[in-house]
């Protein structure tokens, strides 16, 4: 009976599924995620990382935890679908913002579509935390994704103090009427 014993464990071992190697890579300079599955190519996502002044951090790292819902308690209870927690608070979760995918928009946190942080979630839940890296590469994209300016620039940007309207030129004649020639702007 006790040769038995250690057969049984070893046909049970060798009938058990191994586990797949799941490897997610963040390039931060363009923006996307791909996922890979035993090294074969599985998904490309777009992703949004963190804004300039809350950087998504650069590394190697394996999740700590994995939250089907969560929400955010420090950025006013913002919804986080999907959360893979790799680095104390970030996290690769869902984002409702899908217009905002594709540049810098989060406070350092790895941004997916909601159905695809469900489709990388399912897949780091069933192959297991342990057997899945999380790589996040790369720079601040390039400017075409930084969001454009609003208003007219102040200080520096415009060589007058930022209390000091720059000159203002002649208003434009109303109705045939010549402007007006003693205009100095407010």
Not at 7 to 25: H, R, Y
Not at 29 to 50: A, E
Not at 62 to 86: C, E, G, V
Not at 159 to 175: D, R
Request: glycine fraction near 12%; aromatic fraction near 12%.
């Amino acid at each position: 009976m006790r040769r038995l014993v250690p057969c049984f464990v070893v046909l049970l071992i060798g009938t058990m599924p191994a586990a797949a190697k799941v490897v997610v890579t963040i390039d931060k300079s363009t923006q996307h995620m791909s996922v890979s599955v035993d090294g074969t190519p599985r998904y490309t996502f777009t992703v949004s990382t963190g804004r300039a002044g809350y950087g998504t951090p650069n590394g190697t790292y394996h999740p700590q935890r994995l939250a089907r819902t969560w929400f955010s308690k420090k950025y006013y209870n913002s919804p986080m679908p999907h959360s893979i927690f790799f680095h104390g608070g970030y996290a690769i979760h869902g984002s409702y913002e899908i217009s905002r995918l594709g540049g810098p928009a989060s406070h350092g946190c790895v941004r997916l579509h909601p159905s695809n942080a469900a489709t990388l979630y399912a897949l780091v839940q069933r192959e297991g935390a342990g057997n899945t890296t999380i790589v996040v590469t790369g720079g601040s994209p390039a400017s075409r994704h930084a969001a454009p300016r609003r208003g007219r620039p102040r200080g520096e940007e415009t060589g007058y103090p930022s209390y000091q309207q720059p000159p203002a030129s002649y208003p434009p004649s109303y109705y045939g009427q010549p402007g007006y020639p003693n205009w100095r702007g407010w």
